[in-house]
Nanobody, 127 residues
Framework: QVQVVESGGGLVQAGDSLRLACAAS??????MSWFRRAPGKERRLVAH????????NYGDDVKGRFVISKDNAKNTVYLQMNSLKAEDTAVYYC??????????????????????WGQGTQVTVSS
């Protein structure tokens, strides 16, 4: 069983920066992502990183402002959020994808592609 622990949420003002961290236990992790659910909206991909290839993907609304990075030795990913806007207010969830057979493809944008989820951390941006 993989445990997923998020940290770093909080209340900030528009234009500020914030960094989230997600640590996952387990040795068969191939990718980790951040999703978010804003009030009244569906949960959507924010950023994804493949731990083996370093390939990254971002949601269109955060490109150029958010950066996802990783520390493989710690099975930890970070989400650096810059130039925060009120519309970034949401609960942010870390998602973990276990290793699949070689060549297995995935989009990284669908919740069903992930095996474990964190409990979520609230990010509130005041305007």
């Amino acid at each position: 069983q993989v445990q997923v622990v998020e940290s770093g949420g909080g209340l900030v003002q528009a234009g500020d920066s914030l960094r989230l961290a997600c640590a996952a236990s387990g040795r068969r992790i191939s990718a980790m992502s951040w999703f978010r659910r804003a009030p009244g909206k569906e949960r959507r991909l924010v950023a994804h990183i493949n731990l083996n290839t370093d390939n990254t993907n971002y949601g269109d609304d955060v490109k150029g402002r958010f950066v996802i990075s990783k520390d493989n030795a710690k099975n930890t990913v970070y989400l650096q959020m810059n130039s925060l806007k009120a519309e970034d207010t949401a609960v942010y969830y870390c998602a973990v994808r276990e290793t699949r057979q070689p060549g297995a493809k995935y989009s990284a944008r669908e919740e069903y592609e992930y095996d474990y989820w964190g409990q979520g951390t609230q990010v509130t941006v005041s305007s």
